[in-house]
């Protein structure tokens, strides 16, 4: 293989903190194969962007993931353009609030294609050439995997069925693939009047008493991929010790 920099697919990588993981792995010697779905503009700038400092090593990749068929072709299409995979962050998710006696199967289907079902799906079809490169898995669960979050029950549930997929894929895959998960705490502000925090309630809340940033996760994501090769079946809280707080 004339080619033997490691190779990277991530999901739902055109903005936010899949942007962010982006940018570190990158910058670190990866290639990356790039998934969204609908942020072709913010897409197109962040391979722009990346292809700037290292050319020929982005390959976007658009897919709606709840569509069976493109999860295994987008595997297929990474290893076929880089000829290995080492790593699959899965980072792609739905949010939205479902009260009870007003939520619908559609909004089950789609909060767990995203959440529960993409991720596996992508991570049976990777496992081979995980394997191959005793590769990793990282996946971007919530702290609300383990505590419910007020009218948003679907999405909780699907985020705790991504909890229990990484600490089961760990014994299945290992010892070749490490796979392991991150909750991360309050990193962006958000406009949902459920979930989001003002400043105050961060320092009241908060061990650190500030905000996290996405280059905290994607520190993170870097180095369980390549920092520590001990680590499987995790799900790390990187959340300013705010899950120390009832």
Known sequence: MADQRPVALITGSAKRIGAGIARQLYANGYDLALHYRNSATEMQALAAELEATRPGGVLTLRADLSEFDRLPEIVANTVGR?????ALVNNASAYYATPIGQTTPQQWDE?????????????????PHLKT???????????????PLPQHTVYCMAKAALVM???????????????????????????????????????ERTALQRQGSPDDIAGTVRWLLTGNTYVTGQVLAIDG??????
């Open 111 to 127: 909060l767990f294609a995203s959440n529960a079902r993409a991720p596996f799906f992508l991570s049976q079809a990777a496992a």
């Open 165 to 203: 997929m990484t600490k089961s894929l760990a014994r299945e895959l290992g010892p070749e693939v490490r796979v392991n998960a991150i909750a991360p705490g309050n990193i962006l502000w958000s406009d949902n009047p459920v979930k989001a925090e003002t400043p105050e309630l961060v320092r």
């Open 133 to 147: 490169a005793r590769g990793a898995i990282v996946s971007i669960a919530d702290i609300y995997a383990e505590r």
């Open 82 to 86: 880089f000829g290995r995979l080492d």
């Open 241 to 246: 010790g705010r899950s120390v707080f009832i």
